[in-house]
């Protein structure tokens, strides 16, 4: 079988990427309702393990989740984080797979999985940085009774760590790091041995 030249590969990516933004798009919106309930769970169990007493609460409320703590009066302040800014980063990341010609090919689907799985634990991490730094900054004398000045500059600084470069940047790494060998077909930088 002839070998399809990189700019061919190229060709069939862009022809592929639409459809494939669609379909992203589609699975995200399917699975939101699974997996924000299950994020908020798993996020909690993790924040619950070493802290003590063990009051982290949250609870999903559609696309966001509520932030706050059992051992606190009722009318204590309490965050609502947007999920769908934590874990819309799926979307590109799918499209950019969907998209690659043969992904599925090989070890793909456990390349997507791995992947998949690497999206959830950053996710966690996003949602309990946001969690610890609602703690330390936001619930007044507490907050200043529990959290000394480093924990609450390093807190505050591992969000915004969170929301901005590695949401944005996660996608586009683990592509790249998942599919290394035909993203390297893809650009031209390597020239594919079999079909």
């Known amino acids: 079988m002839p070998r399809r030249?990189?700019?061919?590969?190229?060709?069939?990516?862009?022809?592929?990427?639409?459809?494939?933004?669609?379909?992203?798009?589609?699975?995200?919106f399917v699975a939101r309702p699974l997996y924000n309930p299950v994020l908020a769970s798993a996020t909690q169990v993790v924040a619950r393990f070493y802290e003590w007493p063990r009051a982290a609460q949250i609870l999903v409320d559609g696309d966001h989740a509520i932030l706050s703590r059992t051992d606190l009066h009722s009318e204590s302040a309490v965050l609502r984080v947007s999920l769908t800014q934590i874990n819309f980063n799926l979307v590109p990341f799918l499209a950019l797979v969907f998209a690659l010609p043969g992904w599925w090919r090989g070890r793909g689907v456990k390349r997507l999985f791995a992947a998949l799985?690497?999206?959830f634990a950053a996710h966690c991490l996003g949602l309990l940085w946001d969690l610890k730094a609602f703690y330390a900054l936001s619930l007044g004398p507490w907050s200043?009774?529990?959290?000394?000045t480093v924990l609450r500059n390093?807190?505050?600084?591992?969000?915004?760590?969170?929301?901005?470069?590695?949401t944005f940047t996660l996608p586009l790494v683990l592509w790249v790091g998942s599919y290394w060998d035909?993203?390297?077909?893809?650009?031209?930088?390597?020239?594919?041995?079999?079909?």
């Open 5 to 28: 030249s990189p700019s061919a590969d190229l060709a069939a990516f862009a022809r592929r990427l639409p459809m494939a933004v669609v379909a992203a798009v589609a699975i995200w």
């Open 117 to 119: 799985a690497v999206f």
């Open 144 to 148: 200043a009774a529990n959290y000394g």
């Open 154 to 166: 390093l807190y505050a600084g591992l969000r915004y760590f969170f929301e901005i470069p590695v």
């Open 182 to 195: 035909r993203v390297l077909v893809l650009t031209g930088l390597q020239v594919e041995a079999r079909r």
